[in-house]
């Protein structure tokens, strides 16, 4: 599977010793490993010394976007090089990869071409130190975690949450959660978070009704706020 994620998301053709770098074997293994694809029906071209180009991947079906489509989802990835996500990134990139070999060969030309880029003013981002997998893994399952976290005035704290969600922004990454230490809805900066492990506690499924809860609170915040300045002025 990685030497197809290769042979899908690297420039084509792909040496082998690039793919031997890649897939982290020797270009003997490598070898070894082409042939069992091309004798399992992956229409594979190229040789030694060349490169490959896969040409027809039967583990994918085929799929089929508009030009519009294709450029939207180019741009898309693209743009997640800008929150500073590397784990992320690297996922986009293989996913829109697969895409793009399910693609007819004028549809997988255009996206080779695409015309959309995005670009924005780099903004300092403060480092993420925590275990993002591990917060990532424990929002899709919902089960706590025990954070030590340093607010904006330096004060260090140590509680057990429910994350519900993470926002990305250009500058900062936040986090969305419900404090068991408070009993309330909190937002933390992540990379204020100084430690973060599993703790005792599952919620499922009370995220999706949590962070519609809190939701609705933002929003009557903010309409709050629109009311007072519209009142002021």
């Known amino acids: 599977m990685r030497l197809l994620d290769a042979l899908r998301r690297l420039p084509k053709p792909v040496t082998a010793t690039r793919l031997a770098t890649e897939t982290e074997i020797s270009t003997r293994q490598l070898y070894r490993d082409i042939a069992t694809l091309r004798a399992g029906g992956v229409l594979i071209d190229g040789t030694a010394g060349y490169g490959y180009t896969l040409t027809e991947d039967p583990a994918l079906p085929p799929q089929s976007f508009s030009r519009l ?23 986009g990139r293989n996913a829109l990869a697969r895409i793009v070999a399910t693609l007819p060969d004028r549809q997988a030309r255009q996206a080779a071409h695409a015309t959309m880029r995005s670009w924005r003013p780099s903004a300092p981002r403060t480092a993420v130190t925590i275990d993002l997998d591990l917060l990532r893994e424990a929002c899709w399952d919902e089960f706590s975690v025990r954070i030590a976290y340093r607010d904006a005035q330096g004060r260090r704290t140590e509680r057990e949450i429910l994350p519900l969600g993470m926002s990305y922004s250009p500058t900062t990454l936040m ?59």
Do not use: N
Request: aromatic residues 6%; proline residues 1%.
């Open 69 to 91: 489509e294709i450029e939207a989802l180019m741009l898309g990835v693209a743009s997640l090089g800008d929150l500073g996500d590397d784990t992320l990134t690297r996922a």
């Open 175 to 233: 986090l969305v959660a419900w404090c068991l230490l408070r009993e309330a809805h909190r937002t933390f900066e992540v990379a204020r978070i100084e430690a973060l492990e599993r703790g005792g506690h599952s919620f499922r499924p009370r995220r999706v009704q949590l962070l519609r809860e809190y939701v609705v609170l933002r929003t009557a915040e903010w309409k709050r706020k629109e009311e007072d300045t519209q009142t002021s002025s």
